[in-house]
């Protein structure tokens, strides 16, 4: 940051935008511009004026159907050497954009609500926050995974430098940190809704909110530093390139600018809402506010603004309207006040007010350290005279609205808040509002005329319907509408076998002899079983000869009596049903198990039956049994369909097991990664490509077994063979740097030359 100490005056003002300027982000090409949104439902590209201190609008981009309120840069890929623009909206929509088109490259849809926030990371990854409470992570025009958690909107979202992490913060007043798709840690201590974060290492980040406060964190977890200074709510949050000073836009008409923890700089603007900034590469910064009007300001005095450009701003500035109501200038007694004699004492610090009565009249100045002087900001009146058109001037339940109207239905009764949009339709408004409150549907016109009469006949909009994910059809991922998930995956290409299925190696089923040790401990458990749980020894018999059809030692069929009685075993206490589980492991690679426990009208018991095994609170012997159970069920079409229909589900349950130090357990785990990867490999399912990815990463943080090391580098192997995006989206989670570790294992040997054929794919 250059000339430090030293202060920070206009460079420029610049208009375009027809309304408030939402969001702002440093562009990479042409080199020092930078890219604003607006509610105008447009973006613009501005590009430094060579000729003056000025900047040009390159050009104008729109695809929005509503306000825009976000923005940030793609890096750039060989495909687009300048880098991609995305955009966000309360069309619930993103836009991407090249520099150089009006319109947009593509459009990602998913969220269900306003996308308010966006960060791009390394690889072409774009991390989007919404209203709808939603982190989503998206790779070119595909939604990877979706980071659910928080419990209200999210307002703020950055993508860490360190591959694979990520923040989110909302208006629930808490941060997650999130790795591979997974929440690592919640940081608490802001008091209300977290609304911008910035970051400042690989270990360190900020965050500002609407308590006023702005807190410097370690990814650890330890709050190290709260900054105060803002008045009121703080909307956005940038930090000077190659240093940790930052600046700080928000509600109370300022910009902060930090230096070494303390505000060095107050610089008051001519609207109410300081909505967004971004800092260039040069250190200057740029603002932009509720009047539309974007400002640059810089420490530079070559490319400060002209003494008449500086003095029509302050003029502008002297001009404002202060309301008394915000509280930004604390409690205001009129009577009390000095005269304009108090102007003639200096002030003790930069961005010092001090309020003064002149003729009747309260005037507002602040204190300028380098200029020496007060200057004027504006005058206090009873009321700003502003509208609630400026978006986000009421939040109710974490939202930004219009309007936050209160209605009392009855003298007695409750009062009841009615939030409202100006693209609203008051009549639908006024039905959703009497249906969600309980409340007589004959009061809808009265609701209705109520809200036209309080909005001053502002112009309605009509809003776009509600987008579908288009990868599902729907919002989410919905169990069994997987385009390929009756589809048997072919061989696997990366080890030129079908898949591994335990049983096939190590666990190779004993012959004849092998089958007593089962039937032996289910007799010793059957005898302390409760009587409603005993099994008869027509029960035991019967069992015995599932296993000897099961295993190959017969040439019977199992029959539905053998599988009923099975069943039963199956729900036996969780203390006692082990060994039961153990025969169902074996069992269910028989053709006919696998269909009579697969079929759509078994599937559901046997997959609600088989995940609550997985609970890491219960027993690891149950936990192991039904990962092997899990694994086998791939052998057979009927279980390979609907081990990818609930693949969400299983996977989600599955990963949960990994915080044992049970190796047994983590080979199972990692061989049900590396089943799902071979199924995964010829079906365009990138969402469950995602979370195989993501459960890998995760899986290698803790696991130590190599022989479960191996499996897991087969199953990455497998999911990244011939799949540019997944190559990209295995980068973006830091899997390269979790597995070179691998590259020098000299035993067994397969691991090496395993870790060393990934990371040339990588």
């Not at 929005?64 to 060989?78: K, Q, R, T």
């Not at 964190?217 to 956005?236: D, K, M, P, R």
């Not at 604390?330 to 003729?359: V, Y």
């Amino acid at each position: 940051m250059a000339g430090e100490g030293s202060t920070f005056r206009l460079r420029c003002s610049l208009l375009g935008h027809g309304q408030d300027v939402r969001g702002l982000t440093r562009g990479l090409f042409p080199e020092g511009s930078f890219v604003s949104v607006s509610r105008d439902r447009t973006a613009r590209l501005w590009a430094p004026d060579g000729l003056n201190r000025g900047f040009t609008e390159m050009h104008c981009m729109s695809g929005h159907s509503n306000f825009v309120s976000c923005v940030c840069i793609i890096p750039p890929s060989d495909l687009y050497p300048r880098g991609l623009i995305a955009t966000g909206g309360n069309d619930h929509n993103i836009c991407i954009f090249t520099v150089d088109s009006p319109a947009p490259l593509y459009v990602l849809k998913g969220h269900k609500n306003t996308v308010c926030s966006l960060s791009s990371g390394k690889f072409g990854t774009l991390l989007s926050g919404s209203w709808d409470t939603t982190a989503k992570v998206w790779l070119n025009d595909r939604c990877m995974m979706t980071l659910q958690g928080h419990t209200a909107a999210i307002w703020a979202v950055k993508i860490l430098p360190e591959q694979g992490l990520m923040l989110t913060g909302s208006a629930d007043k808490t941060i997650k940190l999130w790795k591979a798709g997974r929440c690592e840690r919640t940081f608490t201590g802001h008091e209300d809704c977290v609304r911008g974060l910035a970051i400042l290492s690989e270990m360190e980040f900020l965050s500002c909110a609407n308590d006023a406060s702005v807190r410097r964190w370690q990814i650890s977890g330890e709050c190290l530093q709260v900054y105060y200074g803002h008045t009121n709510y703080i909307y956005s949050i940038s930090v000077f390139p190659r240093c940790k000073d930052f600046v700080t836009t928000g509600e109370d008409r300022s910009l902060r600018i930090w230096k070494q923890g303390e505000c060095a700089q107050t610089i008051r603007l001519p609207a109410q809402s300081v909505w967004c900034c971004c800092v260039l590469d040069n250190g200057d910064i740029v603002v932009g506010a509720s009047d539309g009007i974007i400002r640059v300001f810089t420490e530079s005095l070559e490319r400060t603004a002209s003494a008449e450009e500086i003095q029509a701003f302050e003029n502008e500035l002297a001009q404002a309207s202060i309301d008394p109501k915000t509280g930004d200038l604390g409690d205001i007694n009129a009577d009390d006040l000095p005269g304009r004699e108090h102007l003639k004492d200096p002030g003790t610090r930069d961005g010092q007010t001090r309020l003064i009565k002149d003729n009747g009249k309260v005037e507002a100045y602040q204190w300028s350290v380098s200029e020496g002087r007060w200057i004027k900001i504006g005058d206090v009146v009873g009321s700003s005279g502003a509208t609630q058109q400026t978006s986000g001037k009421v939040l109710f339940e974490g939202k930004e609205y219009d309007y936050v109207f209160t209605i009392d239905v009855n003298e007695n009764g409750p009062s009841y808040k009615l939030p409202y949009n100006i693209t609203d339709d008051p009549w639908l408004t006024a039905y959703n509002f009497l249906q969600k409150n309980d409340l007589n549907p004959m009061f809808l016109d009265q609701v209705a005329k109520f809200i036209m009469d309080n909005t001053k006949g502002q112009t309605l909009l009509s809003t776009s319907n509600q987008f579908s994910d288009p990868f599902t059809g729907a919002g989410r991922y919905v169990p069994g509408s997987s385009s390929g998930s009756s589809t048997i995956a072919g061989a696997d290409p990366f080890t030129g076998a079908g898949r591994y299925v335990p049983g096939s190696a190590s666990n190779t089923v004993p012959p004849v002899g092998g089958v007593d040790p089962f039937t032996g401990k289910l007799k010793e458990l059957n005898g302390s079983a409760a009587e409603e749980h005993k099994l008869t020894e027509d029960d035991l018999i019967i069992l015995e000869k599932l296993l000897s059809a099961t295993c190959n030692t017969s040439t019977e069929t199992p029959t539905a009596q053998q599988l009923q009685t099975l069943w039963r075993a199956i729900n036996w206490p969780e203390d006692i049903v082990f060994p039961a589980l153990d025969i169902l492991r074996l069992s269910v690679r028989h053709p006919t198990v696998n269909e009579n426990f697969c079929s759509e009208k078994e599937h559901v018991q046997f997959i609600i039956l088989l995940l609550k095994f997985l609970n890491p609170k219960g027993k690891q012997a149950n936990q192991l049994l039904a990962l092997r159970a899990l694994c086998n069920c791939f052998v057979s079409h009927a279980g390979q369909k609907l081990m990818m229909e609930q693949r969400d589900e299983i996977m989600t349950q599955a990963i949960e097991t990994k915080s044992g130090n049970n190796k047994n357990i983590h080979i199972a785990l990692a061989t049900l990664t590396l089943n799902y990867a071979v199924c995964l490999h010829k079906v365009n399912n990138v969402e469950g490509k995602a979370q195989c990815l993501s459960v890998i990463s995760t899986v290698m943080e803790v696991v130590q077994d190599l022989e479960a090391i191996f499996r897991l580098l087969v199953a990455l192997g497998t999911l990244i063979s011939d799949d540019t995006n997944a190559v990209q989206l295995a980068k973006s989670l830091g899997v390269d740097s979790q597995i070179k570790k691998y590259a020098s294992v000299s035993e067994p040997a397969k691991v090496k030359e395993c870790c060393r054929f990934v990371l040339n794919l990588l």
